[in-house]
């Protein structure tokens, strides 16, 4: 099992660009979550989804969007990437009863 | 609304020095609570997790963390730390009415010196 896989590992964004962040998870969970993790403010929540055909807002929405595509998959897009959107991003999946939470390996943006 | 603090952002002790880290939230309701590790350059796993049961709680590594109730505090032990345990420790709260929304502190750097 692969677990959760990210892609891409890093990218770099000049202002005003858009990208898509893909995660995929092969452990049949039905939860979902995007975080950005910053110096010294831990991880903050993007958006979630609950399981399949649902998505929610996070703590820290704004200029951000998501798709769970099926099951396995939920992608973060950046519609317009702004420099405070520089950050390490980790996708993260967790089953229906524990919330113990099983995270990628991180995507780290740089937006100039 | 739900809070996790962290009491040190950062930490630095010797070999076989013991280690606590402290974690406090801010809850009413039931929690589950979590302590993840995340090493250089690798992303966060699992170290130990209380839901219920026994306040003490072992994880991974010879690492385990004590829940107590009526101080919101959910701290982080070891006897004897090591060189292969400087990493960053997130402690984190997911209250029963927070549904899928896990709350994690700022972390804390730990730097073990050989």
């Known amino acids: 099992n692969a677990g959760v896989t990210q892609t891409p590992k890093f990218q770099v964004l000049k202002t005003g660009q858009s990208m898509t962040l893909q995660c995929a998870q092969d452990?049949?969970?039905?939860?979902m979550y995007w975080y950005r993790q910053d110096p010294g403010m831990g991880l903050r929540l993007i958006y979630y989804?609950?399981?399949?055909?649902?998505?929610d807002k996070g703590e820290v929405p704004n200029g951000y969007n998501v798709s769970r595509l099926n099951k396995r998959e939920f992608s973060l897009r950046l519609e317009s990437a702004a420099p405070s959107q520089t950050s390490v991003y980790f996708c993260?999946?967790?089953?229906?009863?524990?919330?113990?939470?099983?995270f990628g390996p991180g995507t780290r943006l740089t937006v100039t | 609304a739900q809070s996790v603090s962290q009491h040190n952002h950062h930490v630095i002790l010797s070999e076989a020095a013991s280690l606590e880290l402290g974690c406090n939230y801010s809850?009413?309701?039931?929690?589950?609570l979590f302590w993840y590790v995340q090493y250089p350059g690798q992303h966060l796993q699992l170290l130990l997790k209380?839901?219920?049961?026994?306040?003490l709680v072992k994880g991974i590594k010879g690492f385990e963390a004590e829940f107590i109730k009526s101080k919101f505090s959910f701290n982080l032990r070891k006897p004897s730390v090591q060189w292969s345990d400087t990493a960053e420790y997130f402690c984190?709260?997911?209250?029963?009415?927070?549904?899928?929304?896990?709350?994690f502190g700022a972390g804390t750097r730990l730097f073990v010196k050989a």
């Open positions: 984190a709260v997911n209250g029963n009415t927070g549904g899928f929304k896990t709350i």
């Open positions: 989804s609950a399981s399949e055909g649902t998505t």
């Open positions: 209380y839901f219920s049961g026994d306040p």
């Open positions: 993260a999946s967790s089953g229906q009863k524990t919330y113990e939470q099983y």
């Open positions: 452990m049949n969970h039905n939860s």
């Open positions: 809850y009413g309701g039931t929690v589950n």
